[in-house]
């Protein structure tokens, strides 16, 4: 066939569509034999035309189909997936820096669905990146693997109390797997090994999680106003959250209390919840949460322990005298009378305000205060307060909001003013003493024991209020 090859290669540098012709006959011939065949019938056929034929037609019919075979060739169908590149292929991820990470560097010639798996010796499958739709692009995508999977379980594995998300793979050579697919079924795999060595397995535990109580009123009634959230990390950790979540997937962050444990070491954490109540938010809406506690390590391993949580008559309380206005019965009075007030107290939110006795109507003496009367001071309790100028404490003559099974209702053997709700309060002094400056003012207040006096209910409303004492010269008239 050599000489045969080189006359034709000859006749064809002389007449070249006769190299198109024997071009597309050979590459679809059976046999060498079949292909020379042609070429013999061609070149007799076409003898007679290349007479014919111009110079310059046939230099520019050798450069078009010189250039259109070349097309051919180098523009073929590419993989889908190529220029795959997993360096180095040996790492010893612990966080020292040392060969901590691998590079994984491939190219899509086409969109299309990837997934990173990698399987053990025993051929058990892990997953890095689940399957992730990925666009066609001339730069390549690269992502950097340090050791750590999905979760998984090994059969040493005692009851852990928390939940694996990612976790480091033991040491081994393990296969790794890159798997692309378009949406038409084209698919393409990519396979190689990697060694895993003096890896950081220990996982960043969580233990002795807990949530109390279970059930929690942010409201500043003082009734399970917060809620103490507890922990031991059994190392130290990148980072260590915890967090509320909601049924409909609202997340709110918990600080951590200070202590002695430093920020992410190992060691107990204490986290003190009032639902934002005391910076003056809006707590969270009623309704069933679950608390997240999360440690991530410094190599990516994570683990949640989580709790659940419920969450009732939750509100920022608001309460006013109404219009801060104040019914007096008197601005003169003899020693040993009275001076009575009436008011009336809005709750102007969306939760329930508690409140204890002495209820109105009840009248105090000057020389006592309310503890006299069985009312010691609550936390979270509303009451209605009077004061004077020479007070030795504030607010010593204290009432409830309402009354009992009329303008209250009763919660777990406590009263509260409900939602949006008015009750009239009354109630009186008797003046037994006469008062180291007089006249002298008394005025009403909104006190929210160990919260706070609201500014807009402090000394609302002042009387000025003149004393006479009977047995010294100068009553008044009348008296």
């Known amino acids: 066939m050599e000489w045969r090859v080189e006359q034709m290669s000859a006749d064809i540098t002389r007449t070249p ?36 034929m111009d110079p310059m ?24 997936l190529e220029d795959v590149i997993v360096a180095p292929d040996a790492i010893s991820p612990n966080a020292d820096g040392v060969a901590d990470l691998t590079r994984i560097e491939f190219r899509l010639n086409a969109n299309a669905t990837v997934s990173i798996k990698l399987y053990d010796e025993s051929d058990i499958a892990y ?30 594995d005692p009851d852990l109390g ?26 393409a795999v990519v396979t190689g090994t990697l060694t895993i060595t003096d890896a950081d397995t220990e996982l960043p535990g969580i233990r002795g999680f807990s949530v109390s109580p279970p059930r929690f009123s942010p409201n500043q009634d003082g009734i399970a106003d917060r809620v103490r959230i507890n ?16 049924e409909e997937g609202v997340v709110d962050h918990i600080p951590e209390d200070e202590r002695r444990t430093r920020p992410n070491a190992a060691g107990w954490h204490t986290y003190d919840y009032d639902g934002g109540i005391d910076a003056g938010s809006e707590p969270p809406a009623d309704g069933l ?12 391993q994570v683990v949640i322990a989580t709790q659940p949580l419920e969450i009732y008559n939750a509100g920022l309380p608001r309460a006013y005298i109404l219009y801060g206005e104040v019914e007096y019965s008197t601005t003169t009075m003899v020693l040993s009378e009275t001076l009575c007030f009436t008011l009336t107290v809005e709750n102007d939110s969306a939760t329930y305000l508690r409140t204890t006795g002495p209820w109105p109507g009840t009248t105090y003496r000057s020389d006592e205060n309310f503890n006299a009367h069985g009312w010691s001071e609550e936390s979270g309790a509303f009451r209605v307060g009077m004061d ?27 009263w509260y003013l409900p939602p949006h709700a008015r009750a009239v309060v009354t109630g009186c002094l008797q003046i037994v003493d006469m008062p180291a400056r007089n006249p002298l003012y008394y005025w009403m207040g909104l006190i929210h024991e160990d919260v706070q006096i609201a500014a807009v209910n402090n000394r609302v409303n002042p009387n000025f209020v003149t004393v006479w004492d009977p047995d010294e010269p100068g009553l008044p008239p009348g008296e």
Not at 60 to 79: E, H, N, Q
Not at 389 to 411: K, M, Q
Request: charged share 20%.
């Open 162 to 187: 928390y939940e694996i998300v990612k976790r480091m793979l033991p040491d081994g050579v393990y296969t790794w797997e890159i798997a692309a697919e378009t949406d038409d079924g084209e698919r």
């Open 388 to 414: 004077f100028d020479t007070s030795l404490r504030n607010y010593p003559f204290r009432w409830g909001i309402g009354h009992p099974d009329i303008d209250l209702v009763e919660i777990n053997g406590y």
């Open 231 to 246: 922990l031991f990390l059994e190392k130290d950790v990148e980072s260590l959250t915890v967090t509320l979540h909601s």
């Open 57 to 80: 037609k046939i230099l520019r019919w050798t450069f078009w189909i010189l250039l259109a075979s070349l097309w051919m060739v180098g523009c073929g169908p590419r993989p889908l």
């Open 127 to 156: 997953t890095f990146r689940p399957p992730t739709r990925l666009g066609r692009s001339e730069a390549p995508h690269t992502v950097y693997f340090g050791g750590v999977v999905d979760a998984f379980s090994l059969p040493a």
């Open 289 to 300: 949460y679950t608390v997240h506690a999360e440690a991530r390590d410094r190599m990516g």
């Open 17 to 52: 569509s006769l190299y198109l012709s024997f071009y597309a006959k050979s590459r679809s011939s059976a046999s060498p034999n079949q292909a020379e065949l042609d070429y013999i019938t061609t070149a007799g056929t076409l003898s007679a035309l290349q007479e014919a």
